[in-house]
């Protein structure tokens, strides 16, 4: 037995080491079994974590580090809490008044602070998931270091890159989307979502897929299940043509929605689909006109059930 191992962790039968098992609060022998102690004080928290993030959030020795925030989260503030009188009251508010100056004391700082202030609005009006923030504001701390954002309009810059960055993540939403939420044209937009594609360091971008638009299109829509599976199933079945090339995914997915949507008697107007896809009615026709010179649908029938036994007889 090596000598530099804790003689408390040895067993006293017959020499093997003790192992503890948490779930039992017990500490044995892993060679013979004696159990040495029991009921043993877990030291850990008492709650259950099932991931890293999970275990971020839970942990109480502060909140943790995100870059959405200008010093990452480590600053303090002063909470606003009822005070008791009124002199006390406006110390407190003097207090947070240079709190905040001097978590911002340079322009830069406070350029920043305003710039993630404004990404997290925007992802929380369009109802986005934190990662897609939290890389926004990473590429947006890049872009600054390299000077790329300075004298630019926030509002253009913060949007392009939100937009990015749902890209990055496969949040499927559109130019137009993120530009109304943002208060911009959606030309200038894309014109800034060039440049920061560009200087961004993101190795590459996942192409959008039409099963995505298919589902993002039945959310918007309200559509019923049995229309949106039917849809994917016309996808699948004429992904192998070639009148799929070079075409647009959004327009792709519109136009099975459509046939879908007649199929199944729910009968859509062109011009609702093309609106929530944002596409126009001459591309959903040319679709799914496209699609049917090509393929025959046929529709299986189930044979209506007679209700009287005279009509069954």
Known sequence: MDKDIDESLICKICGGRLIGDPERGEAFCEACGYILDEHIIDPGPEWKAFDIEDKEKRVRVGSPITPTLHDYGIGS????????????????DALRIWQKRLRTSSPAE??????????????????????????????YRQL?????????SVSKVTAAIVYLSAKIHEVERSAKEVSEAAGIEVKALNKYYRMIASEASVDHLPLPTVEKHIARLANIMKLSPKTERLALQIFKATKSISIHDGKSPNGLAAACIYIASVINSENLPQREVALAADITEVTVRHRYKEILDNYVIRQKLKPQRSVNNRDAN
Do not use: F, H, W
Request: glycine share 4%; with cysteine.
């Open 144 to 152: 600054q270091k390299k000077g790329i954002v300075k004298s630019r």
């Open 110 to 139: 406070r350029s920043l602070a305003y710039a993630l202030s404004t990404i997290n609005n925007l992802c929380s009006s369009l109802k986005m998931p934190s990662v897609v923030a939290e890389t926004a504001s990473r590429i």
């Open 77 to 92: 503030e002063i909470d606003y809490t009822q005070d008791s009188t009124e002199s006390v009251g406006n110390k407190y």
